[in-house]
């Protein structure tokens, strides 16, 4: 509620009234409500890649979030210590975080192990979207096996 006093000057050499009223404003409108948070929809999966190519990915993160992320560099996919790259797939709801690894030389070094559980963290800004224990599912190093989602 906003109060606003209005006061009126007197004509000059007049007895003068003066006059104070309060009128009773509506408060501005409340702020537009906040776009819904953005949020993982499907169970990440994660890839091990085997006999990855020179400059290739070593391992894949694949998800779905609960609407399209325009900017993916602020999603931030973490597993053993190692964050890699995201992008939007498809439709843009899809996200899929490249991992490569190489040596100095070019050699790739694959950092997992088809298999092996290892705890996968999702990341958009500041906010964590998801914590999970994945087992490691085993492709090829061709351009064909690239996972969708």
Not at 66 to 93: E, I, N, P
Not at 131 to 143: F, Q, V, Y
Request: include cysteine; glycine fraction near 8%; hydrophobic fraction near 40%.
């Amino acid at each position: 509620m906003t109060i606003t006093f209005l006061r009126r000057a007197a004509p000059t050499g007049s007895a003068g009234v003066v006059l104070l009223a309060a009128c009773l404003l509506p408060a501005a409108a409340p702020p537009a409500p906040a776009a819904p948070a953005l949020a993982v929809s499907t169970n990440p999966v994660l890839y091990a890649v085997q006999g990855a190519h020179q400059g290739r990915p070593v391992a894949y993160v694949v998800l779905r979030t609960s609407r399209r992320v325009h900017d993916t560099d602020a999603v931030k996919v973490t597993v053993a210590g190692h964050t890699g790259r995201s992008y939007s797939v498809g439709a843009g709801s899809c996200i899929r975080a490249a991992f490569v690894r190489e040596t100095p030389s070019g050699t790739p070094q694959p950092f997992l192990r088809p298999g092996l559980r290892y705890v996968v963290r999702v990341r958009f800004g500041d906010q964590t979207l998801a914590t999970r224990t994945l087992s490691a599912h085993r492709i090829s190093g061709e351009r064909s096996a690239v996972p969708r989602c």
